[in-house]
């Protein structure tokens, strides 16, 4: 079923759980999803020492197969799918004609010549389309997978052991960014050491009709070390102190990969043509010889949370915006991720603050991230 088809949200394998667990639902992207259960500074926290368990089911899940599918990929995206080994995953965009970003994605290659691309929940449809039109020519089959899976996420520092006491896949050898077939409590699944939280962590993409039995062995097998179930707020209070962009905030279709920051997913080296290489090539030579605004850290001195839109000043003169604001559950601050121009991008440039509503409240220019866990 189309997401479009019908303009109710749509609900996950697991929505009974949640509400039977009293969480507190949102529509996101078109989605009926839990933003939390119960204290969200809490649901944080768990993930930072113990672990959170999370549906992502709304993410999109589109499967490339075929003899020509690398190449495929190769031509949609900006990376180079085809030096992906098996069982790997990597991190790269799908761009527009003029270099803007469509979306930011997770391509993993799960079989010799098939491969399974993760789009955000928003921008599924978005990613479906383009790679079906870009697929033209090529000896490659695109094939819409998002009723095919429900996906479970175990994230934090004890979902090593969390995981080793429901498989018997060999998770010492799966590295970060790759994916292999087991069994998880019984259930067949692609385990994926991947995230969204800063932390180590699993992603298992599995049939909806497993998901609840999953959901309830890993919630019994956690619950001695602290696992909870984690909503939306927390994932994105989780990924802004790790630094990770979200598409729609600090990634649009108004910005191109380099004007991001994130230059290193094009691989221009690669063979042939793909979709977005001349304006790319444009966009990194400007970006060499006069740098565009800069993805920064801010950590506020007051408690005025800043939010996405506000302007960033110095000196009386906008300097750029902030794309992303919270509070701070792990530094017990107000932080924001916002693009500013280059002269004041440098961590501990003096002058820096937010204006929330008429008011110019300081911030500290940081690196990013704001959080790195302990290997």
């Not at 003029?98 to 930011?104: A, K, N, S």
């Not at 978005?126 to 429900?150: C, Q």
């Not at 909503?231 to 630094?243: F, I």
Request: charge should be negative; aromatic fraction near 6%.
């Amino acid at each position: 079923m189309s997401p479009s088809a019908n303009t109710a949200p749509r609900r996950t394998a697991l929505d009974a759980l949640h509400r039977s667990l009293g969480a507190t639902m949102t529509d996101f992207a078109g989605w009926d999803m839990p933003l939390r259960y119960g204290s969200e500074r809490d649901e944080h926290n768990a993930v930072r020492t113990a672990a959170g368990l999370f549906d992502l089911s709304h993410m999109g899940e589109i499967t490339v197969t075929g003899p020509q599918a690398a190449a495929l990929l190769d031509h949609a995206l900006v990376g180079n799918i085809s030096t992906v080994g098996a069982g790997r995953a990597r991190y790269t965009m799908i761009c527009r004609e003029d270099g803007g970003i469509l979306d930011d994605l997770i391509v993993y290659r799960t079989g010799g010549a098939e491969y399974m691309v993760v789009a955000n929940a928003g921008n599924a449809q978005i990613v479906l389309d383009a790679l079906v039109e870009r697929s033209a020519g090529f000896d490659a089959e695109v094939r819409d997978d998002r009723d095919a899976y429900a996906l479970i996420a175990v994230q934090g520092p004890a979902s090593p052991g969390i995981m080793k006491s429901v498989t018997d896949a060999d998770l010492d050898s799966l590295k970060y960014y790759a994916g292999l077939p087991g069994t998880v409590a019984g259930v067949p699944a692609l385990i994926a050491r991947t995230g969204y939280t800063g932390e180590d962590g699993f992603e298992l993409f599995v049939a909806p009709e497993h998901a609840e039995e999953l959901w309830r062995a890993l919630t019994e097998a956690g619950a001695p070390v602290g696992l909870v179930p984690a909503g939306l707020s927390c994932r994105d209070t989780l990924r802004l102190e790790a630094g990770m962009p979200l598409y729609g905030h600090e990634l649009t279709t108004a910005l191109t990969p380099f004007d991001a920051g994130l230059g290193r997913v094009v691989k221009f080296e690669k063979e042939g043509d793909f979709v977005g290489r001349a304006a790319l090539t444009e966009a990194a030579a400007r970006a060499e010889s006069a740098p565009p605004r800069k993805l920064v850290g801010l950590v506020a001195e007051g408690r005025r949370v800043p939010r996405a839109g506000y302007p960033v000043v110095a000196d009386g003169a906008v300097i750029g915006e902030v794309t992303s604001g919270a509070p701070s559950p792990t530094l017990g601050k107000p932080i924001a991720m916002a693009y500013v121009d280059a002269a004041h991008a440098e961590p501990g440039t003096a002058g820096v603050a937010v204006d929330i509503r008429g008011a110019h409240e300081p911030y500290e220019v940081v690196a990013l991230p704001f959080y790195r866990r302990q290997k």
